[in-house]
């Protein structure tokens, strides 16, 4: 069910002067050129009701019009947006009936099945007024059966009267459908698909074909929701090659100022993806931003939010973030003095709104936001994150809004999906986190909906030999704690390891990978530090000497880990981004995990080993939003 009242995106703008509007007009368009920009933007911000103001204005001020001195100044689709905005919605549905009688019939459905009864009155009207001649006759002249009398009955705006009797099985339909009150009807559907244990859709497209078909499933899916109606027309506008533009322009344009918000939310449910992405990845120019305007609220808006007027803001994309941290505060849900946003989004979601907001709270704060929007808002805002943004920064930003266990788990896994296998991400997550840290991810892996087996089944079934046997054993956590070890027990091991270096290759593997992998990171340190005084050998050396692929890469990473993990982490990410190309995944997963850990010291080895900042890498390199994670120097 959908909110009551306004659900627009455009409404009236305040302080409105036609005049003052007509003038800026006239310069924007006078001279070589047009300014775009400034007409893309007054048009936009203000309702049908007030452009009808301003050419009325302009006419007085300059004795032009102004809807013809702009189709002179634009052109293309950019033209056809502006142009069928400043014409009154009935006058604009009449033009697009008239222009595609007898070849767009799904047009005609479109417009015909989801316009109300006073809506269906003015476009007779105007249609009457702009081309002399009755709407009636030049439909039903293109049209023909039962096609045709739905047409009829639906122009003649007979919702909830009319005849009784039709006489055939498909005017049963017709008198059904376009003869009761979309109160009636609803139940009607409800209690037919309980009788017939399926929907009337079903029915219809069993029994009906063609337009007639196509104009029925309008009819049905209207009365069920206008704007579930209107978030398919959009999707089928623009999915595939070509958009079908006149499809875009009219329902952008007739639903600004009725329900674009719910438009947009029932897209967002029903694609994954929000509208706006969708527009902005479909078209291109001064027509996109244009469109983009329509989509989302303007700024004067803003007024309306109030802490329980929720249902008046605009609620997708960093809006809603700025909501539910404001109401946190208000509840005194977090403690935490919250930065103060001055400038919302006027179209589109602000992603600088977003990082800032994300990049500057702690991941314990994270999860507080992530229960107050569920609560206040009954929305999952790792979705609606997910449909508001795109590609690495939807990764990054996600990553972010996860526990460290839940993005742990969540990387593990991706490692091991899919025909490859990356044993890199699997070495430095395994090898660089501690106990209880494994053991929170394995708690994760197992608590994860997508997940179907353990962490240690997945990693036993995605990898072999000593490597597979390695990682199992740093994911059993049998790590020994160094408190558990003395002195002489320290000696002993490096006597082991000093032993096992005079072995044959795989009985040094068994041996490295039964120290290695069950000492704590303490106790190892000390263990090397004693292996190099009194053996006078490089642990490292002999691992990149004696052993080979995965394997040497594990022991390898357990021993950087050990000896210098900030270090380790700090070569790991110059060779995410060195040479052609970046490793984002690692990149990501790097950032995310290291930021509220030891980033500091990374930066600091980062930049005595390259020197060179990771800020500045980072900022030549890939994108800006790492940045501003790491940001701080």
């Known amino acids: 069910m959908f909110l009551q009242g306004f659900r627009g995106t455009v409404t009236d703008a305040p302080d409105f002067d036609a005049s003052a509007d007509a003038e800026t007009l006239y310069n924007a368009m006078k001279g070589i050129g047009s300014d775009k920009e400034a007409i893309l933007d007054l048009v936009t911000g203000r309702s049908n009701a007030q452009r009808q103001e301003i050419v009325q204005a302009y006419k007085s001020s300059y004795g032009k019009n102004l809807i013809d001195d702009l189709k002179y100044e634009l052109t293309g689709k950019f033209e056809r947006l502006i142009v069928s905005l400043m014409r009154p919605q009935a006058y604009h549905d009449a033009k697009e009936i008239h222009d595609g009688a007898g070849t767009d019939e799904k047009c005609l459905i479109e417009v015909l099945a989801s316009r109300n009864n ?157 509208l706006y992405n969708m527009i902005k990845e479909d078209t291109s120019g001064d027509y996109k931003r244009t469109l983009l305007a329509l989509v989302h609220c303007l700024p004067w808006k803003t007024h309306h939010l109030h802490s329980n007027r929720v249902n008046d803001v605009v609620v997708t994309g960093s809006y809603i973030i700025w909501y539910c941290i404001k109401h946190i505060v208000w509840k ?84 091991m999906e899919g025909a490859g296998t990356d044993e ?88 490295f990978m039964s120290i290695l992998c069950t000492r704590s990171f303490p106790h190892l ?27 040497k890469q594990a022991m390898y990473g357990i021993v950087r880990s050990v000896k210098n993990q900030s270090n380790y982490f700090a070569e790991r990410l110059y060779k995410a981004m060195k040479g052609m190309g970046t490793d984002d995944r690692a990149l990501i997963r790097i950032m995310v995990s290291r930021s509220e850990v030891d980033l500091f010291n990374i930066r600091k080895e980062f930049k005595e080993t390259h020197d060179c900042s990771l800020h500045e890498f980072i900022q030549v390199e890939t994108m800006v939003v790492s940045f501003h994670i790491l940001h701080g120097d």
């Open 118 to 274: 006073q809506q269906i009155h003015n476009l007779v009207e105007a249609y009457k007024d702009a081309y002399g001649s009755d709407i009636e006759e030049d439909v039903t002249g293109d049209t023909s059966g039962h096609f045709k009398k739905m047409l009829v009955v639906l122009l003649q705006a007979l919702f909830a009267a009319g005849e009784e009797q039709w006489g055939t099985e498909e005017s049963i339909f017709i008198m059904l459908l376009g003869n009761r009150g979309v109160n009636h009807l609803q139940m009607v559907f409800d209690k037919y698909q309980e009788i017939a244990e399926k929907p009337i859709e079903d029915s219809i497209k069993s029994e009906l074909s063609g337009d007639f078909e196509r104009l029925m499933l309008a009819v049905v899916q209207c009365i069920r929701s206008v704007p579930m109606y209107f978030a398919k027309r959009l999707y089928k506008s623009m999915k595939g090659l070509g958009t079908q533009d006149n499809t875009l322009i009219r329902i952008m344009i007739c639903r600004s100022e009725i329900d674009m918000l719910d438009i947009r939310e029932c897209f967002r449910m029903s694609y994954e993806k929000s």
């Open 332 to 415: 005194c849900l977090i403690k935490q003095v919250f930065i103060t946003i001055v400038s919302v989004m006027s179209s589109g979601t602000d992603e600088d709104v977003i990082i800032n907001i994300v990049a500057n709270r702690s991941n314990e704060q994270r999860q507080e936001i992530r229960q107050a929007f569920k609560s206040i808002l009954g929305r999952d805002l790792m979705k609606d994150l997910k449909s508001e943004l795109s590609k690495n920064l939807e990764r990054l930003i996600i990553g972010l809004m996860l526990t460290p266990a839940e993005f742990d788990a969540k990387m593990m896994r991706k490692a």
């Open 424 to 511: 890199h991400a699997l070495i430095e997550i395994l090898v660089t986190r501690s106990n209880g840290e494994i053991q929170a991810m394995n708690a994760a892996y197992r608590a994860g909906e997508a997940y179907s087996k353990s962490m240690e089944d997945a990693i036993q079934s995605d990898t072999s030999g000593r490597f597979s046997q390695i990682l199992t054993s740093l994911v059993q956590v049998t790590s020994i704690p160094s408190y558990c070890t003395s002195t002489k027990q320290r000696d002993i091991i490096w006597a082991e390891l000093a032993d096992a270096c005079n072995e044959d290759s795989d009985d040094m593997e068994i041996k």
């Open 525 to 551: 340190r000390r263990v090397f530090q004693e292996f190099v005084r009194c053996s006078n050998k490089d642990i490292e050396q002999i691992i990149k000497k004696e052993m080979s692929g995965d394997v």
